[in-house]
């Protein structure tokens, strides 16, 4: 595989079950490389005006918001994001970009 060739998101097993492992936010990896889904709450946080809460991000990628049990899994996935160099979380809670 030529090395200028984008990763694919790569799965993975955690306790016996497939995953879609997040990778590190580092020099040449490229947005291409995580799932769809984390690609979609990226760009969603990258064209807001400043911070969002996961409310606001929820409400454009088409999470019920209204129901706390359907807004916990996006803010698992932002705080993933934060957690491998995506995104920043600030002390109030919401998220933006690193860059």
Same mark, same amino acid.
């Given at each position: 595989? #030529?090395?200028?060739?984008?990763?694919?998101?790569? #799965?993975? =097993?955690?306790?016996? =079950?497939?995953?879609m492992?997040?990778? $590190? @936010?580092?020099?040449?990896?490229?947005?291409? *490389?995580?799932p769809?889904?984390? =690609?979609?709450?990226?760009?969603?946080?990258? =064209? *807001?005006?400043?911070?969002?809460?996961?409310? %606001?991000?929820? %409400?454009?990628?088409?999470?019920?918001? *209204?129901? +706390?049990? +359907?807004?916990? #899994?996006?803010?698992? +996935? &932002?705080?993933?994001?934060?957690? $491998?160099?995506?995104?920043? +979380?600030l002390?109030?809670? @919401?998220f *933006?970009?690193? &860059?």
């Amino acid at each position: 595989m #030529p090395t200028n060739a984008p990763r694919l998101p790569m #799965p993975g =097993q955690v306790g016996g =079950q497939a995953v879609m492992l997040i990778p $590190h @936010r580092t020099a040449g990896v490229e947005e291409a *490389t995580l799932p769809p889904d984390y =690609q979609r709450i990226l760009a969603t946080v990258r =064209q *807001t005006a400043g911070p969002v809460m996961a409310r %606001e991000v929820g %409400e454009v990628v088409g999470v019920d918001v *209204t129901v +706390k049990a +359907k807004l916990e #899994p996006l803010r698992s +996935k &932002l705080v993933r994001l934060v957690d $491998h160099g995506w995104l920043r +979380k600030l002390p109030d809670g @919401r998220f *933006t970009t690193s &860059l």
